[in-house]
């Protein structure tokens, strides 16, 4: 059982700056592909960004690549997002989530079975 706690989320205006974290609990998490996801109203969960257990393989959407960095801190079971350059479109409910999963499969929400709460995110014009 893995629980997911996130936090870090808030209002920022547009062109600022956001660090989201994910704390996990559990013994597998150094093993777990951990990705962000992120749900606007009225729209599907879409694939943010992931990375892989050891932190040597990270993947992007193409709409926050080169804005937002993943990361992660095994010996804290935790994961962050830094979301820098932040547009309006960014606003949403943004989720954490734990698989294990193959690393080919990491855009794929059915492929990840732990979820956090999620934490919205607001960038304003």
């Known amino acids: 059982q893995v629980q997911l706690v996130e936090s870090g989320g808030g209002l920022v205006q547009a062109g600022g700056s956001l660090r989201l974290s994910c704390a996990a609990s559990?013994?597998?998490?150094?093993?777990?592909?951990m990705g962000w996801f992120r749900q606007a109203p009225g729209k599907e969960r879409e694939f943010v960004a992931a990375?892989?257990?050891?932190?040597?393989?990270?993947g992007y959407a193409d709409s926050v690549k080169g804005r937002f960095t993943i990361s992660r801190d095994n010996a804290k079971a935790t994961v962050y997002l830094q979301m820098d350059s932040l547009k309006p479109e960014d606003t949403a409910v943004y989720y954490c989530?734990?698989?294990?999963?193959?690393?080919?499969?990491?855009?794929?929400?059915?492929?990840?079975?732990?979820w956090g709460q999620g934490t919205q995110v607001t960038v304003s014009s």
């Open positions: 990375i892989s257990g050891s932190g040597g393989s990270t």
């Open positions: 989530a734990a698989s294990s999963a193959a690393w080919g499969r990491r855009v794929l929400p059915a492929s990840y079975r732990y």
């Open positions: 559990g013994r597998t998490f150094s093993s777990s592909v």
